[in-house]
């Protein structure tokens, strides 16, 4: 039975190996060349000027639902149209619902404003 498991325990072993053969590569063959704009801290482009803890717009965070919401439909979606054929109308209808709630949502987002930027 643990011979079935001999040629993943390998795999993982040369897996391993070669990440730290890597890193171990980089670190000893990289050049060292500090100076104050690669050790300075870098925030788009530009120094950092307000506390890191500020307090964000709730829009992103709206923004953030919005894609998690449609990446989750597409993730549904897609078993949902290989299988289309066998699950028929039954199928069907609950993914209608499904869109239907999501659709409903989003409206409701757009209607409120959310997505609108100043």
Same mark, same amino acid.
């Given at each position: 039975?643990?011979?079935? /498991?001999?040629? +993943?325990? !390998?795999?993982?072993? !040369? %897996? +391993?190996?070669? %990440?730290?053969?890597?890193?171990?590569? %980089?670190?000893?063959?990289?050049?060292?060349?500090?100076? *104050?704009?690669?050790?300075?801290? /870098?925030?788009? @482009? &530009? #120094?950092? &000027? #307000?506390? *890191?803890?500020?307090?964000?717009?709730?829009?992103? /965070?709206?923004?953030?639902?919005? &894609?998690?919401?449609?990446?989750? #439909? +597409?993730?549904?979606?897609?078993?949902?149209?290989?299988?289309?054929?066998?699950? %028929?109308?039954? @199928?069907?209808?609950?993914?209608?619902?499904?869109?239907?709630?999501?659709?409903?949502?989003?409206? /409701?987002?757009?209607?409120?404003?959310?997505?609108?930027? #100043?």
């Amino acid at each position: 039975m643990l011979e079935n /498991y001999l040629p +993943i325990l !390998v795999f993982v072993a !040369v %897996g +391993i190996a070669v %990440g730290v053969v890597m890193i171990t590569l %980089g670190f000893v063959l990289g050049t060292r060349r500090p100076n *104050s704009e690669k050790l300075s801290p /870098y925030e788009c @482009g &530009f #120094e950092a &000027f #307000e506390d *890191s803890r500020m307090k964000f717009d709730v829009r992103f /965070y709206l923004v953030a639902i919005l &894609f998690i919401i449609f990446d989750l #439909e +597409i993730a549904f979606l897609f078993p949902w149209a290989v299988v289309l054929d066998k699950i %028929g109308m039954v @199928g069907y209808l609950s993914m209608a619902l499904f869109l239907g709630i999501l659709v409903i949502g989003f409206i /409701y987002e757009w209607k409120k404003g959310a997505l609108e930027w #100043e």
